[in-house]
């Protein structure tokens, strides 16, 4: 469902840079051993609840979701680490690639004033 929300200024400044900073630690989470998703998805789920204009909404939603997917994979390939190195790093690195592309799309579409 495609929306284009520019009509809309009910949030302030401060809304949209927690937002911003939120998307951001998302996107370094890799750089932290995943301590910056863990802390982002904890603020997304406290902010979302308090949360009423649907923009802002559907980005929390939507950061949690690559969060919770993200993990389920990096779990679900964790047994190609036993068989070597290498089926590991390159499952690890596709999973690392899709969330970051996720994060980037994500922020981008809310800079947009966009729905995910």
């Not at 979302?48 to 779990?75: C, G, K, Q, S």
């Not at 690639?97 to 981008?108: K, P, V």
Request: with cysteine; charged share 15%; hydrophobic share 50%.
């Amino acid at each position: 469902m495609e929306s284009n929300l520019t009509d809309y200024h009910g949030k302030t400044d401060g809304d949209r840079t927690v937002m911003h900073v939120l998307y951001g630690l998302h996107t370094l989470a890799w750089f932290s051993g995943g301590v910056f998703a863990v802390i982002a998805v904890i603020i997304n789920y406290l902010r979302r609840a308090d949360e009423t204009e649907p923009l802002y909404v559907d980005h929390h939603n939507y950061m949690i979701a690559t969060f919770w997917w993200t993990l389920l994979w990096l779990v679900l390939l964790s047994p190609l680490w036993l068989l070597l190195m290498l089926p590991g790093a390159v499952a690890y690195g596709i999973v690392w690639l899709w969330y970051l592309y996720r994060c980037i799309r994500g922020w981008m579409r809310f800079n947009s004033q966009r729905l995910t």
